[in-house]
């Protein structure tokens, strides 16, 4: 492979996934590359390149995709619309469709201990964060729901696999359910 | 549990795991340890504040209360009185389903903390098309080909308006007005068979014009235009002009 | 101004027009920028140290926004082949000329019971799916029209021979009276 060419092909890597409204895979990326071009050390190249830019490459959701760095978010909403945030609500079903995946809306409210209304699946089916999965095979196959890449995406995860293990979310000792540290009513503290 | 605290947790109320797990919390034991007798007076009590705020609230904790008290007669029960589920693995599901619903909650806490899209860090909001779509081939395939031609041909079908066969029947009058123009170019006898048209071609056609030959010659006979011979039944039937008689 | 001060004023228009989900104006730009920061030259600032890269700054109408150089055009585009459908009138008269090739315009036109525009014919003509069989040897010595090796290509025929008896798709006592009522001089087809 000639300096040319991989020049080339980081040009290509950056105005494809520039270009793309989705997280570009490196397979598809490998498609537009010329031939021969390994698209992961064009990528990793490429992240490199932009390191510091103000638009920055990231792995999200399986593929590549261009951020903006994180310093600059503030003059950004200052102009650009920003979608309104997610009720505690919403919140807590989007975490039981996430670990629980594909549930249905029964299953969730079970968990959750109350009912689950249509606006705030609404919401997560608008926000394109979840989506149905097919139909459950008990009496009235109700639907099941599961997450979707842009649920990553919104989070900024690889994969599923990123998310912590189960083990993790336990709130210090299993068997005394403590307090102290999070009260259960405040959804906008950061965990830990 | 005092009464600050209760009004506290009053406010993130939803339904009523959510507040049977945060009464399990502030006991801070296991549901297992715990006095089941004091959860429901406590539970109670917020009950019935809560009634005060949120109707179809407190309608959803009825279910819950109604819940913890069999399951606190189960608890008070004796073990032999004990004949199906018994009270210890009902709280110990309960307890489970308290444990999941906060492993979810802190899940949900996870997730807020990261990065989020659209709120920390921004994709590209004008993407571009990178589809360039040919349009130069066609759909086809054999089977709508096979359907188009079978929808063509019935609609064409049925559109044609139903009209019985029309029958070429050769009337009385048709035959006699053949036979009189017929007859003065054939001198003698001639079967009468052969003034039939020959573009009848069905039997049926035949024996109709046949029969309206037979009525024609009969009608001129009568006037002693012609006259008719027959051998034998069924034969043929044989006609001529009468001579004429000399004058 | 400072140089710091136009340094950071750069990278939040660049982060500001990528996330932009519309071409930013200087005006929407300004309320973004650190204050008394000129618009226009920080545009004009980015639009020169973007030149060449992959992605460039470029004007459109309503303000500036981020488009991939117009030379990776070819490598990062997908052609997707997009067939289109033939309309039902196509279809249909394509149908008739395969079963009664060679068929002559007025007698498709009895057969589907419905005129025939010559703009279908011509839309046949030029998917090289039909093509003229000389004249029929009446008055007016109308055009007889028939199918092309295209044809059988496109549905995948090896022969006109494989196409089935057009009685199996119309019920023969339907198919009858309209079809014995066709002109005499109908030329078989070595169909069945």
Known sequence: ?192 | MSDEALTITLDGFEGPLDLLLDLARSQKVDIRQISISRLVDQYVAVLEGARKVRLELAAEWLVMAAWLTWLKSRLLLPEEAEPEEDAELLAERLTERLAELDRMRNAAFWMAGQLQLGRDTFARGLPENLRQEDRSGIVADLPALLRAYAAARRRAIAAKPYRPKTRRLFSVAEALERLRAMLGATPGWTELQAYMPASLVTPLERKAALASGLIAALEEARGGRVELRQEIAFGPLMIRLTEAPAA
């Open chain 1, 1 to 192: 492979m000639t300096d040319a060419t991989f020049a080339l092909a980081l040009r290509i890597a950056e105005a494809l996934i520039f270009a793309s409204d989705r997280p570009v895979k490196p397979e598809r990326l490998a498609a537009a590359l010329p031939a021969g071009t390994d698209p992961m050390a064009v990528l990793t190249a490429l992240q490199a390149q932009c390191a510091g830019r103000p638009v920055e490459l990231v792995e999200v959701a399986g593929g590549f995709a261009f951020r903006t760095a994180l310093d600059l978010a503030p003059a950004i909403t200052r102009v650009v619309e920003v979608p309104r945030r997610l009720p505690r609500v919403a919140m807590e079903t989007l975490a039981i469709i996430a670990y629980h995946q594909p549930v249905t809306r029964p299953e969730i409210e079970e968990i959750r201990g109350a009912t689950l209304s249509q606006s705030t699946l609404d919401a997560l089916l608008e926000m394109g964060l979840v989506t149905s999965r097919g139909k459950k095979e008990v009496p009235g196959r109700p639907t099941l729901w599961g997450t979707t890449p842009r649920f990553l995406e919104q989070f900024g995860l690889k994969s599923l696999n990123e998310l912590p293990r189960r083990e993790e979310l336990v709130s210090a000792d299993a068997a005394a359910l403590p307090l102290e540290q999070k009260p259960a009513a405040e959804p906008e503290l950061p965990l830990h």
